[in-house]
């Protein structure tokens, strides 16, 4: 079955630090991928999507490509600020009909920044 | 303002107890769903519904039941039955499935049972 598959954290850099969290997944046909942010004790909110291969998803800074030959839709930020502090979640949703188009996914990967 | 709304923000319980977690959406989403958030475990899907008057079990349905009378309205009860209910527990909405749109979020409900 279709399933996410991301860097185990916790992860901690400086303030102004580049950051990459991985996010490789597996699935039939070509789903659509997603980024979500979780601060503590809320709930998540969409920080990044794309639909199609070779798509690249960008929001406050943050940026990740849909890559099809490497399955894989890596999170990246150039300079990273303590407010970025937050888990972050890798997801699919698939759009074969066997998914019901239910979102798979990954494990998340919480993100510290230092001042 | 659209949104997802989950009441109340935290939940306490005696072990035996059944419990309804509220949630309500105004976004006029046809599909809403019911996690399950532990720590390191990211999120599992409990029940999802697609329309009104139907739903699916997801990964972890056993010891949880749903309803979905009106569009707007998904509430779980999380049973006796359930072995483990502490958890942070998170409804989602989204447009059909057959969309490349993402799923919307409520605040969630922490649950605690002792």
């Known amino acids: 079955g279709d399933s996410v598959t991301q860097m185990e954290g916790p992860v901690t850099l400086s303030e102004e630090a580049f950051l990459t969290i991985n996010c490789t997944y597996t699935?039939?046909?070509?789903?659509?991928l997603f980024w979500y942010v979780q601060y503590p004790g809320e709930g998540l909110q969409l920080l990044l999507k794309?639909?199609?291969?070779?798509d690249k998803g960008s929001n406050k800074g943050f940026e990740a490509t849909y890559r099809k030959e490497t399955t894989s839709f890596h999170l990246e930020k150039g300079s990273v600020q303590v407010s970025d502090s937050a888990v972050y979640f890798c997801?699919?949703?698939?759009?074969?009909?066997?998914?019901?188009?239910?979102?798979?996914f990954g494990k998340g990967t919480k993100l510290s920044v230092k001042p | 303002d659209g949104g997802i709304t989950q009441s109340p923000k935290y939940l306490f319980r005696k072990e035996g107890q059944n419990v309804t977690l509220s949630c309500e959406q105004n976004?006029?989403?046809?599909?809403m769903y019911w996690y399950r958030q532990d720590p390191g475990q990211g999120l599992r899907l409990i029940y999802y519904?697609?329309?009104?008057?139907?739903?699916q079990k997801g990964d972890i349905a056993e010891g949880y039941s749903v309803s979905r009378e009106k569009k707007e309205s998904f509430p779980l009860t999380v049973t006796s039955a359930q072995k483990n209910p502490t958890a942070f527990y998170l409804c989602?909405?989204?447009?059909?499935?057959?969309?490349?749109?993402?799923?919307?979020f409520g605040p969630g409900t922490r649950l605690t049972v002792t």
């Open positions: 976004l006029n989403h046809d599909a």
């Open positions: 989602a909405s989204s447009p059909p499935r057959d969309s490349d749109y993402e799923q919307y």
């Open positions: 699935a039939t046909g070509y789903p659509s």
């Open positions: 519904s697609q329309i009104v008057n139907d739903f």
């Open positions: 997801a699919l949703r698939g759009k074969d009909w066997g998914s019901q188009g239910n979102l798979i």
């Open positions: 794309a639909t199609k291969a070779d």
